[in-house]
């Protein structure tokens, strides 16, 4: 079947439209990396990893995004949501986990410190938004990601409401829209010390990824890093 779909719609690299490759290395040379933040006052963190005197009961503990919200990274990301190129994803969780390899970055040693602990959970879509695309694009990143890093997977929340997209709104408008917007799966339980990787495509306020957390946190998670391929 794969066969049949690369001599139908042949891979092209979404830079420059080479061929056979969705990311070719000169492409992939021109992904940006930006300075790592803390994910609650938005400043400069070391490794991503929230500031002490920013930390809530509820909150992230950290931030990784791979690079920019810009060029070949930013062309990908909506191939992959909007024109519904899902083989891309395991192109895009590659480029991560190589980085990942390479760099050792804060939130990669503390997965290798105790893999048990940590699971991997996307954030959600509406389910009558995931039936109109097909699929939902951050679950597939978030269920490759834990096979290449040895960790289990969870789709352990689900949204309670249907909600304007994101990108269509600002600032606090983007707060309200989500607000409540997420309940913890009936089926699943967290351990009291579960320590989770939150996977979403993009951070640009930090809302959705914020109230996530915020439920994970109120049903027993230890520690919670916001993951995203781009910021």
């Known amino acids: 079947m794969n066969l049949i779909l690369d001599l139908l719609f042949p891979k092209k690299c979404v830079g420059c439209k ?114 109109n695309r097909g699929f939902n694009q951050v679950s597939l990143i978030g269920q490759i990601l834990s096979k290449k890093l040895g960790l289990d997977y969870c789709e352990a929340l689900k949204r309670t409401r249907y909600t304007k997209s994101q990108a269509a709104l600002k600032g606090q408008d983007r707060h309200q829209n989500i607000k409540n917007a997420f309940a913890l799966s009936p089926d699943c339980n967290l351990s009291p010390d579960a320590c989770i990787l939150l996977i979403d495509d993009v951070w640009t306020t930090g809302s959705t990824l914020r109230e996530c957390c915020e439920v994970l946190k109120k049903n027993g998670a230890k520690q919670v890093w916001a993951i995203t391929l781009a910021r």
Do not use: M
């Open 18 to 131: 080479k061929l056979d490759t969705f990311f070719c290395e000169d492409c992939i040379s021109n992904i940006l990396q930006k300075n790592l933040i803390c994910p609650e006052c938005e400043r400069l963190s070391l490794g991503g990893k929230t500031h002490s005197v920013c930390r809530k009961r509820s909150g992230l503990d950290g931030l990784w995004s791979l690079g920019w919200y810009q060029g070949p990274l930013k062309k990908s990301i909506k191939q992959f949501k909007y024109q519904r190129v899902s083989n891309i994803a395991e192109t895009l969780s590659d480029l991560l986990v190589d980085y990942w390899i390479k760099f050792q970055p804060l939130v990669f040693d503390l997965i290798e410190k105790n893999k048990k602990k940590w699971l991997v959970i996307p954030v959600p879509l509406h389910w009558w938004r995931e039936n």
